[in-house]
């Protein structure tokens, strides 16, 4: 099978897939997809892209309206492979911000071999999901289907948790993260712009709704309703562990983890240190000091212990 030749044929196979993923997933028919639709979604001169457009074809990679053959299939499921593991190892073994982690996945992915695409699934024992939460294809090609919802059509009220955020337009990606948007965080629709977001209202344009994919809480998450977050206790107030902040993550966890903080602990404010030090919680029986940035993403709900 002829591969292509250009880093503009892969990009076009892998937004084909795109596509055609985020299409089944709405439970729509195969889009058509025309050369100027796709230099539109991939920001790029329509004349380059017509030409790739003809390459592949030529190929036999991709038909004339634009959906994969089993060829082009097979090849865009192994440039979506690699892409989505380099993302994977560049955020958690390289520690590169999530915000720069897909531009650099793009270039990356045209310069490793397959043999060290394989190196860093071991590496990262053969992750499901890249940052994003795409599902990433295993090595003999097999793309899990997933159920989620787009945001503006989930019911407001209704609390759900953040399946996916879309890695494109990069722009668009960048202002939900700095925006504090995680993958992972528990979301309900408030009004027309705003959420609330793990513990925190806030606003959030329309127009970057579309960017965000959400899926039912599963049983053994407890809702959320009246919780807030554990640096908004008092003192003589019990909390019990909802979840932690999902952006919180490698070494921060670790250490919340082994002081005990998992969903359904109890935890008392003691005292605090003053001008904003460290608070000191009652954690089972032993007291533990934690500083305000570590206790801000974590989601408690206020109970009364029962008499020993
Ligand atoms: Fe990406």
């Known amino acids: 099978m002829p591969a292509p030749n250009s880093e503009i044929h892969a990009d076009l196979l892998k937004a084909c897939l795109h596509l055609a993923e985020n299409f089944a997933e709405n439970h729509h028919p195969n889009p058509s997809l025309s050369p100027s639709a796709l230099a539109a979604f991939l920001n790029h001169p329509q004349e380059e892209i017509a030409k790739a457009f003809a390459a592949l074809q030529k190929e036999d990679l991709i038909s ?68 994003h939460g795409d599902p990433i294809p295993t090595r003999n090609g097999w793309l899990p289907k997933i159920k989620r919802t787009p945001l503006q059509k989930w019911h407001a009220g209704r609390e759900g948790r953040i399946a996916h ?76 562990i909802i979840e932690l902040d999902p952006r919180c993550t490698g070494p921060a966890r670790h250490r919340l983890l082994d002081l005990g903080i998992v969903p359904g602990t109890l935890v008392t404010p003691d005292f605090a240190a003053s001008f904003g030090g460290p608070v000191a919680y009652r954690i089972r029986g032993t007291c533990v000091a934690l500083r305000k940035e570590q206790t801000t993403g974590i989601l408690a709900k206020k109970v009364t212990p029962s008499a020993p």
């Open 64 to 131: 004339e309206s634009g959906s994969l053959t089993d060829a082009g299939r097979r090849r865009a499921l192994s440039l979506a492979r690699s892409h989505r593991l380099i993302e994977a190892y560049l955020l958690e073994q390289e520690g590169v911000p999530l915000t720069e982690i897909h531009n650099k996945a793009e270039r990356l992915e045209h310069d490793l071999t397959p043999t060290q695409i394989e190196k860093i699934a071991d590496s990262l024992n053969h992750p499901r999901f890249d940052p």
């Open 165 to 240: 955020i879309e890695d494109e337009p990069v722009q668009d990606c960048i202002s939900l993260l700095e925006k504090g948007i995680a993958r992972g965080a528990r979301i309900r629709i408030l009004s027309e712009d705003s959420l609330w977001h793990h513990g925190i209202t806030l606003s959030l344009p329309r127009h970057l709704w579309p960017m965000i994919s959400v899926e039912p809480l599963s049983d053994d998450d407890e809702p959320s309703e009246n919780c807030k977050t554990l640096e908004e206790f008092q003192h003589g107030e019990t909390a019990k």
